[in-house]
């Protein structure tokens, strides 16, 4: 027994607010995806696609998603250290400094403000104050590990101090920028380097915002809430090293057929090749585990979700790098399968674990059981249903638009306009509408659960009071 | 808000049996891809191979 005081207020904070954002984004990502079949849903000039889309990814890249990771690592990182954070009052500042950063984030987003740099549009003020925000949190979480009351560092803590030492570097390198105004400055790469420094840091905002953070709450919650323990620590060291050693070489793979030196895209191939190894050791660490006891399928509701969101981690995996290899990427680069990958990785396997790690420490906060079992499970075979329609319907109008565009006449010129061309994927973008509502429906049951539990859980210590 | 919980047991998180077991597919998927990247990039880098993006496209646009 412990009779610390953690700070959960916080961690709930960042919770609800990741939920927020969450929704936000997420009915923008609907209509951004109306407006690709109908027009008339742009209101210029702030309410336009190119606009809008931008919000949409960092309104869940960094609301969602950041907003999750910061509280959903204070959880962790607590009870792994088995103390309190260093310093709780800085995290509640934390707390609001983020909330106050995505809304300006959005708002100057929609004002049109925009360095052109992908996941990282935000113009120079907003980047200092992302720098804060992350050297808070960085202060905060490294702080509480080195201080720790525990000596043995189980393998979430690392991929959690990966997380934060790579994005800090990542972000401070691509935002190099000389300022131009309040509201304007230039990069200070340009031409090709500006393309690799770019993605270099694009595909590492998919690696240590998207993959490395969710590993950390998978390797935490899988064994917390089903009480199977892992299969294989020495799995998991090797996975977590060669994983962060191999991440950092692969951007390049984002310009296969680019003017970038042939040796750069090579060197990128090779290791995002490389790379299916140690992310299949996570999965095959957490197949393992479960293997242990399957009937934990059936009796525990949140092992499906780590099983699934596992599964699509393992075939974002190899989807990825096959994407790397130079004859798939000539076909599939600049098509409709990139958001068909980008979102069976977001939907089937961020928010899936994300959604699960939530269900896990809520109910644990207010020491109460979640309010509804079965609408987890709507939940679950919604989002599910919703991503696959997603994914499956982009693969589908990808490969057709890309085999349309290679298409040539004997003489050389091209069977296709661009035109017709992109009429053949409206049936498939209508699709992916209403897969994004399936998806957006689940979700709402996903709220509501937690702000069931949440009201049982005040109304529990109220009566215990 | 205070409230007591139970210490995490670390000891619980992992399997004492199977703590050190590398499935033997794993290891040769690792090893597997490291043999064939090496491969690939002497293949492909136009300073070893002589492979080249210029090249291969002329290639194409000549057939
Ligand atoms: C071994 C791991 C992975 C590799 C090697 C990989 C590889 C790739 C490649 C080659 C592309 C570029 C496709 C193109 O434009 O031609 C891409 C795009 C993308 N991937 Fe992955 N992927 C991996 C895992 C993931 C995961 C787990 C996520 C999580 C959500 C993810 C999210 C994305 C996103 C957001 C993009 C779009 C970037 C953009 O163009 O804006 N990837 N990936
Ligand atoms: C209802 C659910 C969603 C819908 C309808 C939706 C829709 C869209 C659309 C239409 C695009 C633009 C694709 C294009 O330009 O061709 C997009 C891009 C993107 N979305 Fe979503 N989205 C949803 C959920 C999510 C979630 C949950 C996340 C992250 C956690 C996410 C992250 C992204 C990212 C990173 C991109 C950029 C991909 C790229 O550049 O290739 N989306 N989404």
Redesign the interface.
């Known amino acids: ?3 610390y ?2 700070d ?2 916080t961690v709930k904070g960042f919770i609800l607010s990741s939920l927020f954002w969450g929704v936000v984004g997420i009915l923008i990502g609907i209509w951004i995806s109306i407006q690709m079949w109908n027009p008339s849903w742009n209101i210029p000039p702030y309410f336009t696609f190119g606009r809008l889309r931008v919000v949409h990814t960092n309104g869940l890249a960094f609301g969602l998603g950041l907003g999750a990771i910061f509280g959903i690592f204070y959880y962790i990182t607590m ?2 250290t ?1 103390r309190p954070l260093l310093f709780p009052r800085l995290a509640r500042f934390h707390l609001y400094l983020f909330n106050v950063a995505i809304a300006l984030a959005a708002l100057s987003l929609l004002a049109g403000m925009n360095q052109s740099l992908e996941y990282a549009e935000l113009e120079w003020p907003l980047d200092i104050g992302v720098v804060i925000l992350w050297v808070i949190f960085a202060i905060n979480i490294l702080g509480t590990i080195i201080k720790r009351r ?1 000596e ?1 560092m ?1 393998i979430s803590l690392w991929f959690i101090i990966a997380s934060v030492v790579a994005v800090a570097v990542l972000y401070i390198v691509n935002n190099l920028s000389v300022p131009a105004g309040l509201f304007k400055s230039y990069s200070i790469y340009a031409g090709i380097n500006s393309a690799n420094v770019q993605w270099w840091y694009g595909h590492n905002a998919v690696g240590f915002v998207f993959t490395t953070p969710i590993l950390a709450m998978f390797y935490y919650f899988l ?2 809430s089903t009480g199977l ?7 998991s060291i ?1 996975a977590f090293w ?1 994983l962060v050693f191999a991440y950092l070489w692969t951007g390049a793979h984002h310009l296969v ?1 680019t003017p970038l030196p ?2 750069i ?3 990128a ?3 995002s ?2 790379l ?2 140690p992310s ?2 996570s999965v ?1 660490n957490g197949y ?2 479960v293997a ?1 006891d399957w009937s934990k399928m059936r009796t525990n509701y949140l092992t499906k979700f780590f099983i699934f969101g596992i599964t699509f981690y393992g075939l974002q995996t190899v989807q990825g790098p096959t994407q790397a290899l ?1 004859v798939v990427s000539q076909l599939i680069h600049y098509t409709d399968w990139v958001p068909g990958h980008v979102h069976m990785g977001t939907m089937g396997w961020v928010t899936m674990i994300v959604a699960a790690s939530m269900y896990y420490i809520i109910p ?2 207010y ?1 109460t059981e979640i309010y509804s079992v079965r609408v987890a499970n709507t939940h679950f075979y919604l989002v599910l249903i919703g991503q696959l329609i997603y994914s499956v319907t982009m693969w589908i109008t990808g490969i057709q638009q890309g085999a349309l565009w290679k298409a040539v006449n004997p003489d050389g010129t091209l069977k296709y306009t661009f035109v017709e061309t992109l009429v053949r994927n409206y049936p498939f973008w209508k699709l992916r509408t209403i897969g994004g509502i399936i998806f957006a429906i689940g979700m709402v049951f996903f709220i509501y659960n937690i702000l069931m539990t949440i009201r049982k859980g005040k109304s529990l ?1 109220a009566s215990v009071a | ?8 047991d ?1 000891e ?5 049996e ?6 033997i597919g ?1 290891l040769i ?2 090893w597997g ?2 043999i ?3 491969i ?2 002497f293949l ?4 070893f191979g002589g ?3 210029e090249k291969a496209y002329q290639e194409s646009v000549n057939k």
């Open positions: 027994m412990n009779d005081s953690y959960n207020q009870r792994l088995k525990e043995q189980y064994p917390k323990p892992l299969y294989s620590h020495r799995l090797i060669s057929y042939d040796w895209q090579t060197l191939i090779v290791f090749m490389f299916i190894a299949w050791g095959v393992y585990t242990a130079r644990k906060i020491n210590s | 808000m205070r409230m007591v919980e139970d210490f995490d670390i619980a998180f992992e399997a004492k199977t703590r050190d077991r590398l499935p794993w998927l690792f891809l490291i064939w990247g090496v690939y990039f492909y880098t136009p300073q492979w080249s993006q």
